[in-house]
């Protein structure tokens, strides 16, 4: 008897990446009580600078070079002082290469 797996694969992925969601949870869960009791002061500060390092590098813009920096700064100013075009005229420019 012959039977497809993939359904039991996909079964058992879904399954392992709940898992692993909980796990997260509760690891989250477990470090929130830790540092709930914690009355050192160091501690915090370490923590507290491990989140500020963890807030900056979220952001995109602090992942990109100069050069793409300063290329989205002269689009912002394209827009701001009118230099656009519709998106039907560059589809009518730009079609035939895409």
Known sequence: MQFDLLPIILIFTIFALNLVDMNI?????SLIEW?????DKSIISKLRRIQEEHVESEDWWNELNQAEKESIERGLKDIEEGRVHSHETVQKLYGKYL
Do not use: G, V, W
């Open 25 to 29: 949870q509760a690891e989250k869960l």
């Open 35 to 39: 540092i709930s009791r914690i009355n």
